[in-house]
């Protein structure tokens, strides 16, 4: 049974740059978070997706935006990136309503922007 | 402002012995609450959650206590093993399940002493 994936590992950006970060969810998952790790802090909510429409969304600016597909995988994409925006970025997965609404999570995608 | 506080940010703990891994939260609309272990370089791990309606649940050597008067829940490991070895992040969320945005604490870096 596959867990999350999420692509790349790795990633150095510049400022001002963009980047876009991938996620597959759990096999029979249908919900994807994102979420940002900065260093020595715990996991932030950046937003939900379910049924391709963002459904939560955190305080996070308007730069950070996301899609779902309709095979439920997804996208984090960050505009104008900051050195701020170094962090490690995970996504999790869930199933909404059914009993396994625990959020399970991926290996997450180190950013690194200078 | 931290509405998930883990206020220890390191325990060490021999093998063998109970780890007893604390939180506290400040948010009442909070009433689901999850621990999740990380080791570095992966994903969070999902261990054991408790809802607002019990005050205990237990999953082999982990138990998870509430307090909702006092707003606190702890983490009981028994016995402690090396492998336990991880930072621990408690997490909380509004809407009666864990499939909705989590707040994280900082979280208690467990060393386990062989």
């Known amino acids: 049974d596959a867990g999350v994936t999420q692509s790349p590992t790795h990633l150095i950006k510049t400022r001002g740059q963009q980047v876009t970060l991938r996620c597959s969810p759990k096999s029979g998952h249908d919900t994807v978070s994102w979420y940002q790790q900065a260093l020595g802090q715990g996991p932030q909510f950046i937003f939900q997706y379910y049924e391709e429409e963002e459904r939560q969304r955190g305080n996070f600016p308007d730069r950070f935006s996301g899609h779902q597909y309709p095979n439920y995988s997804s996208e984090l994409n960050v505009n104008a990136l900051l050195l701020g925006d170094s962090a490690l970025y995970l996504c999790?997965?869930?199933?909404?309503?059914?009993?396994?609404?625990?959020?399970?999570f991926g290996p997450g995608t180190r950013l690194l922007v200078l | 402002d931290q509405q998930v506080k883990q206020n220890s940010p390191s325990l060490s703990v021999q093998e063998g012995r109970i780890s007893i891994l604390n939180c506290d939260y400040t948010?009442?609309?909070?009433?689901?609450f999850l621990w999740y272990k990380k080791y570095p370089a992966e994903g969070p791990t999902f261990l054991i959650s408790i809802s607002s309606i019990k005050d205990k649940n237990e999953d082999g050597r982990f138990t998870v206590f509430l307090n909702k008067s006092a707003k606190h829940l702890s983490l009981h490991i028994v016995p402690s093993q090396p492998g336990d070895s991880a930072v621990y992040f408690c997490a909380a969320s509004a809407g009666g399940a864990g499939s909705y945005q989590l707040t994280f604490g900082k979280g208690t870096k467990l060393s386990v002493i062989p």
């Open positions: 948010n009442s609309m909070f009433d689901y």
């Open positions: 999790a997965s869930s199933l909404i309503g059914r009993g396994q609404e625990t959020q399970y």
